[in-house]
């Protein structure tokens, strides 16, 4: 009988509905299943006590709790550990069921590569005010996140959010713990799939993402994702595109222009991203000014 291991880490979120329609799929469907929940030790107790609930009622679902909080990466790890069957199904906590055939449509792939990976969506309409630039980013970036369009770079377009992996390929790349807090492991994860020319699968099978951070979490966000970029450069190096832009920005000799830029125009880029109607292409700027920053606060440190 065919077998799946649902994967998901929970951090201050909610995923009962989540587990519950994972769990009428995986019913419906009549194989071996299993749904594991384990939370970073989230802060948020009305919600833990939400999810805890949820998982003591259905069967197939289990329920962790961890003590101290260990990142994104080794939650993800362990969860891979802590899985029964061959095949490992991750996604995010902030997630919701777009389709009915969501699991069996994953099923079907499974059998024909490594690695499969669902995609994601975004809401058509702004939710709540306050998150406008994540919003507004991620919409745009939908726009290129078809299986078609992914699959020209199939490495390069792997997200952990939603996708489907082999035990054995898994166990052979896992995810890096030292990157601390959010951001690039999933490229570094993208780069070892490649290096190990793991076979990967791109299809129209997404997840919606809710959890859309206000505009001022979501920039520190930002920064913390672009330090993790810099400690981890020598790995990444040009697998990753703002790297990539700034190098050729470094080789053009512009570098003094964004450090002007960087003292004249920071306050008013960040207060047009925290703002209602922020600017994509300021957005863009914001990146290679952190980039600049974060840079020079290390040599200076260093000096």
Known sequence: MESLSILIPAYNWDCSKLISDLHAQGDALGIEYEIIVADDCSTDFDKLQSVRDTARRLQHCSFTILENNIGRSAI????????????????????????????????????????????????????????ELRWKYERNADRHRSAKHRSKTPYDHFTPFNFLISRDTFQQIRFDTTFCGYGYEDVLFGMEMQRLRSSVLHID??????????????????????HNLLLHRDQIGQGSTLLRHYD????????PLIGMADKLLSKQIKRNLSGSHPGLKCFALYKLLTVYRLQHTDSDTDN
């Not at 969860?79 to 997630?95: E, P, V």
């Not at 389709?99 to 079907?108: G, I, N, W």
């Open 205 to 226: 099978n997404p997840l919606l993402h809710l959890g859309l951070e206000p505009n001022e979490k979501y920039l520190i966000k930002t920064d913390e994702a672009i």
């Open 76 to 131: 993800r790890n362990m969860l891979a550990d802590m899985a029964r069957y061959d095949k490992l199904l991750f996604m995010d906590c902030d997630a919701a069921v777009c389709s009915p055939t969501y699991l069996k449509d994953y099923m079907v792939a499974s059998k024909q590569a490594d690695v499969v990976c669902g995609g994601v969506v975004h809401p058509e309409k702004l939710q709540l005010p306050g998150v």
């Open 248 to 255: 050729r920005i470094c080789r053009w000799h512009l570098e």
